[in-house]
């Protein structure tokens, strides 16, 4: 089989290409009577330029299915398609970047080698790393930061040089694992912000896993509602709130529609199988602390 070469030209994709396409994927985990079904009949079709999250209480699949979009670890039934391709050939292109809660920076290479990290892996020229971790530093408005250590930055400027190393190679597709979980409130708002603005800049198509729902509606352009045991996809709700999402998108009335609806698919399935009902109303709680 030939393989597109990575990073080709933008221009080559056609409009509206499915980036990922999820056909009854599953995943089990161990076998035998100890054996756990993490995700079941999974259909999921995302096109280019979305921003899509996926949300649902804990232990219903989330990262398992990011995983598995990004074939860090294989489906077990399925078949999972990113850029027109097998998972597996698309992780070998290297078509997608990924950040997770923690940022995973090296403290003892500066901001910059960090962000060079995969290109050096990847064999650009030193010139071309320079240019590019100063471009992706600009974009998350870290250019002063570039000779600093991990270490001397605040979380959310940490997580900024996560996503900054993530987007170095242009990817076409951004996985993101509750990239913001481990901040405060006030820094997460903005670190929203900023990342609706990154997306609008790139045109990256992004998948977002998250358990707060009004970060899930703030940014996303449809929400994928998942329940546990087995994690399956309950509800998926188009946010069509107007672009370019800022702080006054909070304040309308359709957000705190949104809100409510997605809070209400997921405590439906609270109250209908018992499993996940203890993790609803903490997404609850969570959810009325901001409305
Ligand atoms: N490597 C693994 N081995 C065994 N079980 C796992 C593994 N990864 C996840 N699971 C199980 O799969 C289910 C879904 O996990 P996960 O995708 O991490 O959920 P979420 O991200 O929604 O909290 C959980 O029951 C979890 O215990
Ligand atoms: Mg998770």
Redo the contacts with the bound molecule.
């Keep these: 089989m030939s393989e597109p070469i990575a990073n080709g030209p933008q221009s080559a994709i056609p409009p509206a290409q499915h980036v990922v396409e999820i056909v009854g994927a599953g995943?089990t985990?161990?076998r035998g009577p100890g054996a756990?079904t993490?995700?079941e009949g999974i259909d999921l079709t995302i096109q280019a330029g979305e921003f899509v999250s996926?949300i649902?209480?804990?232990?219903?699949?989330?990262?398992?299915?990011?995983?598995l979009i990004g074939d860090l670890?294989p489906a077990t039934t399925g078949s999972i398609r990113v850029n027109g391709k097998p998972a597996a050939a698309a992780r070998r292109g290297r078509e997608y970047g990924i950040v997770f809660q923690a940022p995973v920076l090296m403290d003892w290479r500066t901001v910059e080698r960090n962000v060079e990290l995969p290109l050096e892996v990847m064999g650009y020229t030193r010139e071309e790393r320079q240019r590019r971790s100063a471009e992706m530093l600009s974009l998350v408005e870290l250019a002063d930061f570039r000779r600093t250590y991990p270490w001397q930055l605040s979380g959310g400027m940490q997580q900024r040089v996560a996503i900054a190393r993530a987007l170095a190679f242009d990817p076409k597709l951004l996985l993101m694992?509750?990239p913001f979980g481990a901040l405060d409130e006030m820094t997460r708002e903005r670190m929203n912000l900023e990342l609706m603005g990154i997306w609008r800049r790139t045109g990256t198509t992004i998948v977002f896993?998250t358990?707060s729902i009004p970060e899930a509606v703030f940014l996303s352009s449809r929400v994928v509602v998942?329940s546990?045991?087995p994690?399956r996809v309950i509800r998926i709700i188009d946010v069509d709130l107007p672009q370019p999402r800022t702080a006054e998108t909070r304040e309308l009335e359709r957000y705190f529609e949104l809100v409510t609806a997605v809070r209400e698919a997921l405590r439906q399935r609270g109250d209908e199988g018992g499993a996940g009902a203890l993790d609803d109303a903490a997404l609850r709680i969570r959810a009325e602390g901001y409305a």
């Design positions: 995943r985990f161990g756990v993490a995700l996926l649902g209480p804990s232990g219903c699949g989330k990262s398992t299915l990011l995983r670890i694992d509750e896993v358990h998942m546990a045991r994690g």
